[in-house]
């Protein structure tokens, strides 16, 4: 089945090797998740238990001894978390797809077509890509301040796109791109659009879906914008909310971690969902066994 | 800029649209980033408390306290050790992680997610729950140091730990999303070229560094370029975890920037030091662009 | 994106390909700007309501607290008001405690200020030398001001004017575990003639600390809250350690003089060399058990009392040198520069901080009053273990520097506390961190 380098060549080589591979894999895997585990099961444990079993290690370090699910029915109970999720979903969702967008489309010309202030542009995208976003915070929130869209949506996605990282990757991405595909679209009369349109964007699939994937992690993360540009508690996102329970006289880890696990867990269905396009179709390596 | 004369007749049409093409993501990168950064650079030559509307202009001054502070010149040396074990260690792993992960099995695509796993949390809470875990001399990795009867660590307390640890856990944190990228690129690599090595008799190490090395370098230096960048920019943890410390240890740019911006209200130096920041990673990123141009004229 | 969603499950050829991603790309890209248009105008929209429905609004921020019920009690301020004042409308708003300071800040770079909030005790100094927030002076009866504690009246009093008024009043004692406690047959005192000298303090700590193979198993003391002034400073005003000049505005001579040497130096055995005190510990480390003393205040009490409902637990005072000690500091609340309506923004804080409020405030939260009329109301606080904070705040308080460059200071001293905490030379750190602050208060003169 595994028509891909590494697994043919493993394979061809030895099974004692592909053993080691696999060990290999799954060491990295409980190095990976650990953390990640380790808090989901402490959401699930009374808020007394949580540091209890820490030291010495053993069983209950890791599994919960009781289980409850109290801080989940807290969350959606006495805090409007479901909303908090909604909220995150649609300014992560928007920019995710706004940033594509845009990002193809400027990659496309600053890769493909040569224009006068090409180099200059993408220096400019660049440097906005360099500065560190502490160090614009104020200005940014002087400008949408002038422009009256505190307490939005808009405030939360529009300044965000593009994200320069998209356009510097997607343009890396089109550089690799063979230019014969362009000469032979442009011979069936394919203008730049039609090019962008009909050969680009089909071919960089997976690389469109990344930038996607990234943009929207990156945002369903965003703390520091949000928190300075909403005070309205109908425009919190999920991880101002948070660090609503992270910080102050007393520290309530269950809930924390019950919180941590939700806000986790929409990046990840949407990654499990994405991931086999990052995978050769089954179909293609079919066709070469 | 000096152009040409009769440039806009030579090459109007490619041109407009390109300019059509460029507009939206232009149109943001000016507004909401261009902008705010001349008016950072407008903040460096004041002394700015974020209150006072009209705040005491100071030239150069800022400029010169940032050359003369010792502190800038750690941070410095700090990000710059950073970014030296983090870069590497992040290439490796992404590249690693993307091979490995490769095959198509429903197994592996578990395996995936897992790796994939850290990249979901946000950075603040990643950092938080690395602080518990690795919390001296009871937390949960100290448990299992004391199993292989070890004294206690002191991780993030120790000088000579902490910032090593913070690029470990950067690397945990992001190198999903390397290995994501490393998938996109493999994707790239015709079939038919590993076939046509197959048949010259290339197989595993061999033919990683005839075929699938040379044919990602494109994507490497992307990685690498944008992994400078952020490594130069880290912050969050050491905001989170170490706030600079042991021994300012762990003081990098960022920090200093942000304590200095939003802690100590001294938005002129800030902003002096951004701007540091900012020719530094620009100088950094074209000696990256010209290995770039290199690789380009093959 | 139904569908989208259909398509999606065509074999992967690359036609049906191109055209899902472009369909999925056109529909999402619909929605995203469905989404957007809809921020912008319900935005359009809340601020013309708010404009037509409320002439007066007023912006009340407060620094969230984990335990809703205190998030409920200062929103319910705001919803009092609006019924006491018709035509008013008070925006209660509450942000984490660890961005709100810098939400703040950033707030008055735009203008946008809320006309009443929350301002931590040792942050009055850098608000009034940024000219952030108006003086009460004139607006507070003479004889409420004289119904506060002297503490807190020198605490919200700043260069001769009042600048805030206290939430309440907060100082941490020692909490022990009275289960360890029974077991070395020790008997930790509840009054403050008994208190124990800080070599008591070591003897006891000596006794209740259990060491395995090596390893501490159980400690004596840990802090309930990361290291800070706050924490530390009583260990070294008990010995006549001081921070800073009594005037602030020097710290050579001061954090590194003799005495702020030998308090360190005390303190800081207690991590490295003694090993009766942990240096980063995980959490709740006293509710599960794990450390026979921490130290906390009321607050911390009841929630220690409600979350570990099978721990038992008691109150006693700080160990005492040269003097006895407790920390003092609390939330204050108080009027921006940039209120527009400051005769509306003052009955609101007094709505909230006057007699009343305080009295509201005081009572649910656990915190101690700043009035005395509200300690007369609540008699519990003369009991134990009440009484314990109480008379510690009354007689021990120890008040943080007061400089415009208080949290350079607190950042300096506590980097400098973490290197003695590992065992490391407590003079030359200090000499250095004593130079650095002297540099930053040199702008302030």
């Known amino acids: ?289 | 800029m000096a152009l040409p004369a009769g440039w806009l007749v030579r090459r109007r049409r490619p041109e407009l649209s390109a300019y059509v093409f460029v507009l939206p993501a232009v149109l943001g990168v000016l507004v909401f980033g261009i902008a705010p950064i001349l008016y950072a650079f407008v903040v460096s030559l004041h002394n700015y408390d974020l209150v006072n509307p009209h705040p005491p202009f100071v030239g150069m001054r800022n400029y010169a306290a940032l050359a003369a502070d010792p502190i800038f010149w750690t941070a410095l040396r700090n990000t710059t050790a950073y970014a030296l074990m983090l870069v590497p260690l992040q290439t490796a792993a992404g590249l690693g992680l993307a091979l490995i992960v490769q095959p198509s099995a429903r197994w592996i695509a578990v395996l995936r997610t897992a790796y994939f796993m850290p990249v979901v949390v946000s950075y603040v809470v990643a950092a938080g729950l690395w602080e518990i875990l690795f919390a001296t001399p009871n937390g949960p990795v100290n448990s299992l140091v004391a199993l292989g009867h070890l004294p206690p660590q002191l991780f993030f307390q120790d000088p000579r730990q902490a910032l090593p640890l913070i690029a470990v856990m950067s690397t945990w944190k992001w190198s999903g999303i390397t290995m994501l990228i490393y998938l996109s690129g493999l994707h790239e690599i015709p079939l038919e070229l590993y076939e046509a090595a197959e048949m010259d008799g290339a197989r595993g190490a061999r033919r990683f560094w005839s075929i699938t090395w040379p044919l990602l370098q494109r994507i490497t230096l992307f990685v690498v370029v944008v992994n400078t960048i952020e490594a130069f920019k880290i912050f969050t943890p050491v905001y989170v975890i170490t706030s600079g410390g042991p021994m300012n240890s762990t003081t990098v740019l960022v920090f200093h920037l942000f304590r200095e911006a939003f802690r100590y209200v001294h938005l002129g130096y800030a902003s002096a030091l951004s701007f540091a920041l900012l020719f530094l990673i620009l100088g950094l990123a074209a000696i990256q662009f010209w290995l770039l141009r290199e690789d380009r004229s093959e | 994106m139904k569908r989208a969603r259909k398509e999606r499950r065509k074999p992967a050829n690359g036609r049906a390909v191109a055209g899902l991603s472009r369909r999925t790309l056109l529909t999402a890209a619909a929605g995203g700007a469905a989404a957007l248009a809809a921020g912008v105008f319900s935005s359009a929209a809340r601020t013309a309501g708010v404009r037509a429905a409320a002439p007066t609004t007023l912006q009340f921020w407060y620094v969230r607290y984990t335990i809703p019920l205190l998030n409920e009690l200062l929103d319910g301020f705001g919803r009092a008001f609006e019924q006491s004042h018709p035509g008013v409308r008070v925006q209660v708003q509450a942000f984490p405690f660890g961005e709100y300071f810098q939400k703040v800040n950033v707030a008055y770079a735009g203008n946008q200020a809320p006309d009443v909030f929350f301002v931590d005790f040792p942050l009055i100094p850098n608000y009034v030398y940024r000219k952030m927030i108006v003086p009460l002076d004139g607006l507070v009866a003479k004889a409420e001001l004289d119904d506060y504690y002297p503490a807190p009246r020198n605490d919200m009093t700043y260069q001769g004017k009042v600048w805030a008024l206290p939430m309440h009043q907060s100082g941490e004692q020692l909490l022990y575990n009275v289960d360890v406690l029974d077991q070395a047959k020790i008997r930790p005192p509840h009054t403050l003639d008994q208190e124990w000298t800080k070599e008591d303090f070591l003897h006891v700590a000596e006794a209740v600390v259990r060491r395995d193979a090596g390893r501490v198993t159980r400690w004596a003391y840990a802090t309930t809250y990361a290291p800070g002034l706050y924490v530390y400073q009583p260990w070294l005003a008990m010995s006549g350690g001081e921070v800073l000049s009594p005037d602030a505005s020097r710290a050579t001579g001061y954090l590194n003089s003799p005495a702020t040497v030998n308090a360190f130096t005390f303190w800081g055995d207690l991590y490295t060399k003694r090993q009766l005190a942990p240096i980063q510990p995980t959490p709740d480390l006293f509710g599960t058990g794990q450390t026979a003393f921490t130290q906390g205040n009321p607050f911390v009490l009841r929630d220690i009392a409600a979350r570990f409902s099978n721990l038992r637990v008691g109150a006693t005072f700080m160990p005492r040198d040269r003097r006895c000690v407790t920390n003092s500091g609390a939330y204050h609340i108080g009027i921006s520069v940039q209120a527009k309506q400051r005769d509306l923004a003052w009955e609101f804080v007094n709505s909230v901080a006057g007699r009343d409020g305080h009295l509201k405030w005081v009572k649910a939260a656990g915190y101690l009053p700043a009035l005395k009329s509200t300690y007369a109301e609540l008699p519990y606080l003369k009991q134990y273990p009440w009484s314990v904070f109480w008379d510690g705040l009354a007689h021990c308080a120890v008040q943080r520097p007061r400089t415009p460059a208080y949290d350079f200071v607190d950042d300096t001293v506590t980097q400098a506390s973490k290197d003695i905490q590992l065992g490391r030379p407590v003079k030359p750190i200090l000499d250095v961190a004593a130079a650095k602050i002297d540099q930053e208060l040199a702008r302030y003169r």
């Not at chain 1, 004692?16 to 990640?36: N, Q």
């Not at chain 1, 405030?155 to 890396?172: E, G, N």
């Not at chain 1, 939700?262 to 079919?286: D, E, K």
């Open chain 1, 1 to 289: 089945m595994t028509h891909v380098p590494l697994g043919r060549g493993a394979r061809q080589h030895a099974p004692r090797l592909e053993v080691m591979l696999s060990a290999g894999r799954l060491v990295l895997a409980v190095f990976f998740v650990f953390p990640l585990v380790w808090m989901f099961l402490s959401s699930l444990r009374p808020a007394a238990e949580i540091f209890q079993y820490v030291y010495p290690f053993g069983l209950w370090t890791v599994l919960p001894r009781h289980t409850t699910l109290d801080s989940y029915r807290h969350l959606f109970h006495d805090e409007p978390f479901a909303r908090y999720l909604i909220n995150s979903f649609v300014v992560a969702g928007s920019v995710a797809v706004l940033d594509v967008a845009a990002s193809s489309m400027a990659a496309y010309a600053f890769a493909r077509i040569r224009f006068a202030a090409r180099e200059l542009l993408f220096f400019l995208v660049l440097t906005v890509m360099i500065i560190p976003f502490e160090a614009i915070l104020v200005p940014l929130y002087l400008i949408v301040r002038w422009l009256g869209w505190v307490d939005s949506y808009a405030v939360l996605i529009i300044p965000m796109v593009p994200r320069a990282l998209s356009v510097f990757l997607l343009r890396q991405f089109f550089l690799g791109l063979p230019k014969e595909l362009e000469d032979a679209a442009r011979i069936d009369g394919c203008q730049h659009w039609g090019i962008y349109w009909r050969i680009v964007l089909p071919l960089s699939r997976p690389v469109l879906l990344s930038v996607a994937l990234l943009a929207f992690q990156e945002m369903w993360g965003s703390f520091t914008w949000p928190l300075v540009v909403t005070n309205n508690a109908s425009m919190r996102v999920v991880q101002v909310a948070v660090a609503t329970f992270g910080q102050g006289d007393a520290i309530q880890y269950d809930k924390i971690f019950a919180a941590l696990s939700l806000a986790a867990a929409a990046p990840l269905i949407l990654f499990v969902i994405f991931q086999r396009y990052y995978v050769r179709g089954i179909a293609t390596a079919g066709l070469k066994g």
